[in-house]
């Protein structure tokens, strides 16, 4: 999605985060860029989800939106060639305190980011960890999250509604819609 029209809201949030948020591991290493890149990540996540636009500027304890009945932890990566052989990637040592942790890569040179999917709590509690990596973590790569869609359609559906395959089916009512 095409952020152009939000971008000076991204730069305030991110230079704003800078200021506030500033520990050795957090900025000190990685700077304006990857601010840039989590605010721009984070606003395309709350615009596919239908949620307010506005962002904290504070440590967020590790949840960046509420939707539905989940808390949702947004991620975001630099949009590169072969994005699908990328991973999404888990300090093991970290706590995972949201139920869903949401994938986004960003362009910040052309301004555009999307959302590519998510994985929840249990999907990264069980996926395989990385030791050779200089911060060991769990990774599930980015084709194997799951489809964003899903979230919507559960929260627009209900608490009963199954996703299987590309079908649709609401338990509660008997019913099944076939997804295209």
Not at 99 to 107: A, E, H, K, Y
Not at 125 to 138: D, K
Request: one cysteine or more; aromatic letters at 6%; proline letters at 4%.
């Amino acid at each position: 999605m095409n952020l152009e029209h939000h971008w000076a809201y991204v730069l305030s949030v991110a230079a704003q985060r800078l200021n506030n948020n500033k520990t050795p591991r957090h900025v000190a290493k990685y700077g304006d860029e990857l601010e840039i890149m989590g605010a721009a990540g984070e606003l395309a996540a709350r615009i596919f989800l239908g949620v307010s636009l506005e962002m904290g500027v504070h440590f967020d304890g590790g949840i960046d939106i509420v939707y539905g009945r989940h808390n949702v932890d947004v991620k975001a990566t630099k949009l590169t060639p072969n994005i699908t052989y990328r991973y999404l990637q888990w300090p093991i040592l970290k706590p995972i305190i949201s139920d869903i942790i949401l994938m986004t890569v960003v362009n910040t040179g052309t301004k555009h980011a999307t959302v590519i999917g998510y994985a929840t709590k249990r999907d990264l509690e069980s996926a395989v960890a990385n030791m050779a990596r200089e911060i060991p973590c769990v990774e599930i790569p980015f084709i194997n999250l799951r489809a964003p869609w899903e979230l919507v359609a559960e929260r627009e559906l209900g608490t009963t509604c199954s996703i299987v395959g590309k079908s649709l089916i609401r338990r509660s009512a008997g019913l099944q819609m076939q997804g295209s």
